[in-house]
């Protein structure tokens, strides 16, 4: 248990050097980022690797430059980002 609570904590100070200036300023925001924060990250990556993988990035356009993949990737950008925006507006 205490190994898992410190991989915890340093996904969290992972995600801390990342969002750099932009960290929490209050208790209850450092306690939702604490909670939150790693396993959202890892929910991230893991959206991330299976939309965003070399094996379906083939099955959608050959090696190299598309627009195809583009048109594909940028809906599902938009909408992971416009999800994010409307979480940070929450806690604003």
């Known amino acids: 248990m205490p190994v898992l609570a410190c991989v915890w904590l340093l996904i969290a100070g992972f ?3 990342q ?3 932009a ?3 209050s ?3 450092w306690a939702l ?8 990250y ?6 991330s ?5 070399s094996k379906r990035g083939y099955g959608i356009a050959p090696p190299g430059f ?3 993949r583009v048109f594909v990737a940028l809906p599902i950008s938009l909408l992971f980002l416009a999800a994010v925006w409307g979480v940070v507006w929450l806690f604003t």
């Open 19 to 21: 969002l750099w200036p």
């Open 66 to 68: 598309s627009f195809k």
């Open 27 to 29: 208790k209850a925001q």
């Open 23 to 25: 960290i929490p300023e």
């Open 33 to 40: 980022f604490i909670a939150f924060g790693p396993p959202l």
């Open 42 to 47: 890892l929910l991230g990556e893991f959206i």
């Open 15 to 17: 995600l801390l050097l």
């Open 49 to 53: 690797e299976k939309f965003f993988s």
